[in-house]
């Protein structure tokens, strides 16, 4: 007598998501017989970890697995098929990351300032700078509030905020930043954050190009004063990595200091 165990363990983290945005089920194909499937049911890129403990049966596929799940989009894992009277059964693990957890930055790409063509701006902090930017290649640019903030790079609306409305000198505030995050073809993110309440003018998902106004500054979370402050990094399983980007400057190609006035 062949006897049927059904298993199922799910493990799920996440990077500033709800786990069950990143589902894992199953198709019954008879006979015992079924494939294994993940799908991402929000709009932008996940990481996700499959494994599948089984008994008494066979897999196409070996686990685990690490995929990269575009938004809105599904990718089969695996069939299972129970061998011949056996007792079988299965469980599956997934582990879920929102972003590209494998994403390699572009160093070879060179970035926009984030403000329109005319204007100029003050860098107040630089990368790896002696008051909130230790240890973090981020960048500060004095932005007066409500001024218009621009893409530095082609991308995807990836995560946003924009409710707060206020802002302190003191970490208390960290947490009440309003900002916008966007992904690049690369896997990279961009992180434009302190801006004023219904300061964001686009929606998580959102296509957007190089030098497109996508939001207002503010002086919203940790902040002294209105400012924007920018920072490109990869994520990994529990952390990110900030990237030291270049920018355009008329014909030549910079890294922002601190201090200095850049007209784009």
Same mark, same amino acid.
């Given at each position: 007598?062949?006897?049927?165990?059904?298993?199922?363990?799910?493990?799920?983290?996440?990077?500033?998501?709800? &786990?069950?945005?990143?589902?894992?089920?199953?198709?019954?194909?008879?006979?015992?017989?079924?494939? @294994?499937?993940?799908?991402? !049911?929000?709009?932008?890129?996940?990481?996700?970890?499959v494994?599948?403990?089984q008994?008494?049966?066979?897999?196409?596929?070996?686990t685990?697995?690490t995929?990269?799940?575009?938004? !809105?989009?599904?990718?089969? $894992?695996?069939?299972?098929?129970?061998?011949?009277?056996?007792?079988? =059964?299965?469980g %599956?693990?997934?582990?879920?990351?929102?972003? !590209?957890?494998?994403?390699?930055?572009d160093?070879?790409?060179?970035y926009?300032?984030?403000?329109?063509?005319?204007?100029t701006?003050?860098?107040?902090?630089g990368y790896?700078?002696?008051?909130?930017?230790e240890?973090?290649? &981020?960048?500060?640019?004095?932005?007066?509030?409500?001024? +218009?903030?621009? &893409? $530095?790079?082609? =991308?995807?609306?990836f995560e946003?905020?924009?409710?707060n409305?206020?802002?302190?000198?003191?970490? +208390?505030?960290?947490?009440?930043? !309003?900002?916008?995050?966007?992904?690049?073809?690369? =896997?990279?993110?961009?992180?434009?954050a302190h801006?004023?309440?219904?300061?964001?003018?686009?929606?998580?998902g959102?296509? @957007?190009?190089?030098?497109?106004?996508?939001g207002?500054?503010?002086e919203?979370?940790?902040?002294?004063?209105?400012?924007?402050?920018?920072?490109?990094?990869?994520?990994?399983?529990?952390?990110?990595?900030?990237?030291? &980007?270049?920018?355009? %400057?008329?014909?030549? $190609?910079?890294?922002?200091?601190? =201090?200095?006035?850049?007209?784009?």
């Amino acid at each position: 007598m062949i006897k049927f165990l059904f298993l199922t363990v799910m493990i799920a983290v996440a990077f500033r998501l709800p &786990a069950q945005e990143v589902d894992i089920f199953t198709k019954d194909l008879g006979e015992g017989k079924l494939e @294994v499937w993940i799908k991402n !049911n929000s709009f932008t890129t996940h990481t996700v970890k499959v494994d599948i403990e089984q008994s008494g049966m066979t897999q196409d596929t070996k686990t685990p697995v690490t995929k990269i799940l575009k938004g !809105n989009t599904s990718e089969k $894992i695996t069939t299972l098929t129970p061998k011949p009277n056996k007792s079988y =059964g299965y469980g %599956l693990k997934k582990n879920a990351v929102k972003g !590209n957890a494998l994403a390699k930055h572009d160093d070879t790409f060179i970035y926009q300032l984030p403000y329109p063509k005319g204007k100029t701006y003050r860098v107040d902090q630089g990368y790896n700078g002696t008051t909130t930017h230790e240890n973090k290649n &981020a960048l500060d640019f004095n932005l007066p509030e409500g001024s +218009e903030i621009c &893409a $530095i790079r082609a =991308g995807i609306v990836f995560e946003l905020e924009e409710k707060n409305k206020r802002g302190c000198p003191r970490q +208390e505030c960290v947490n009440l930043s !309003n900002f916008i995050v966007i992904e690049h073809e690369d =896997g990279s993110l961009a992180n434009y954050a302190h801006l004023k309440k219904n300061g964001v003018l686009l929606e998580v998902g959102d296509k @957007v190009s190089a030098g497109e106004v996508i939001g207002l500054s503010g002086e919203t979370g940790w902040a002294s004063g209105p400012h924007l402050h920018l920072e490109i990094y990869t994520i990994s399983w529990d952390d990110q990595r900030s990237i030291p &980007a270049k920018y355009y %400057l008329n014909d030549s $190609i910079i890294v922002p200091k601190e =201090g200095q006035f850049y007209t784009r």
